[in-house]
């Protein structure tokens, strides 16, 4: 055998002497990964403490009415209108879950199993339409459905995703005409 292959074939790794010092690093960056998810968990909960004088959710009143549209998907959370980072977590709003959403002539009625159901009132609803994002979402232009409410004095926008984005279209537009039909009634009154 050659000498350079006789050298390659006697090298091997250092045995690792040292077990004290890697264990401590590992312990360490443990402690850092604990720290920095504390630390988020405790600026979630201070923006629910800044966003209190959000008065409680209503909830759907016993007789709705007919449904005019129902929707499955996703509630991605919701933010102060026109702000799309600005999320909004105080009465469970800031969790995002899977949504059952019905539009009744009362109001837009969203169940969401494993977090706090809402209900919008017709009176309340402002505005309908399709974005492309909301609080940490990004979809293509279009993919979210934002439904604008106004609530303790601040309008608040919400995110939702069908399961058949091809539905998003028709409740921008069952929205919309149901809101000019709510301001004009009101208007003749």
């Keep these: 055998m050659t000498p350079v292959l006789l050298l390659a074939a006697e090298r091997e790794s250092a045995e690792v002497t040292d077990w004290a010092a890697r264990l401590g690093w590992v312990a360490g960056l ?3 990964v604990a720290l920095v998810y504390w ?3 405790e600026g979630w909960k ?3 403490t800044l966003q209190g004088d959000l008065p409680e959710l209503p909830s759907a009143p016993d007789e709705p009415g007919e449904a005019r549209l129902t929707m499955s998907g996703r509630y991605h ?4 209108a026109g702000q799309w980072l600005d999320r ?3 009465h ?3 969790t995002r879950s899977r949504a059952e959403l019905t539009l009744t002539d009362a109001g837009l009625d969203v169940v969401r199993p494993g977090a706090a159901d809402f209900f919008v009132p017709a009176a309340a609803l402002r505005e309908a339409r399709l974005d492309k994002g909301i609080a940490g979402k990004v979809l293509t232009e279009g993919g ?3 439904v604008t409410w106004a609530h303790g004095g601040k309008l608040i926008d919400s995110g939702f995703r069908s399961d058949r984005a091809a539905e998003h279209n028709e409740w921008v537009d069952v929205i919309n005409s149901m809101i000019e039909t ?3 009634e009101g208007a003749e009154r």
């Design 30 to 32: 443990a402690l850092f």
């Design 46 to 48: 201070w923006r629910g």
């Design 39 to 41: 630390l988020m968990r």
């Design 144 to 146: 979210l459905l934002i």
């Design 182 to 184: 709510t301001t004009r």
């Design 92 to 94: 469970g709003l800031g």
């Design 77 to 80: 959370g919701s933010t102060t």
């Design 88 to 90: 909004i977590v105080a």
